[in-house]
């Protein structure tokens, strides 16, 4: 068992700059990947980013160049950051950390809502 608590959501104006947290504990050693999701209302829940154990990375490409996700593996937890720079009103959603492991069904956050308005 995987179990997730996010932070770091919260109001922003258009361009500026937030940071979500992510941090997994429990059997961690089973971690495949690790990644963000977001969800806006009336839309289907989609990939923002991932981060493999190897360090590869993903982004969705309309956070290319804005967003930046990140691991940190300590001895008993492991944390997913994504940096969100230059936010936009389109990036308002939920954000969900995701966690695949390396047998079994996909854990998930508890979400955290991004408004990014003036």
């Known amino acids: 068992q995987v179990q997730l608590v996010e932070s770091g959501g919260g109001l922003v104006q258009p361009g500026g700059s937030l940071r979500l947290s992510c941090v997994a504990s429990?059997?961690?050693?089973?971690?495949?990947?690790m990644g963000w999701y977001r969800q806006a209302p009336g839309k289907q829940r989609e990939l923002v980013a991932t981060?493999?154990?190897?360090?590869?990375?993903?982004?969705a490409d309309s956070v290319k160049g804005r967003f930046t996700i990140s691991r940190d593996n300590a001895k008993n937890t492991d944390t997913v950051y994504l940096q969100m720079n230059s936010l936009k009103p389109e990036d308002t959603a939920v954000y969900y950390c995701?966690?695949?492991?390396?047998?079994?069904?996909?854990?998930w956050g508890q979400g955290t809502q991004v408004t990014v308005s003036s």
């Open positions: 995701n966690v695949v492991p390396i047998i079994g069904y996909d854990y």
């Open positions: 429990g059997s961690i050693f089973s971690i495949s990947v």
């Open positions: 981060c493999a154990s190897g360090g590869r990375t993903n982004y």
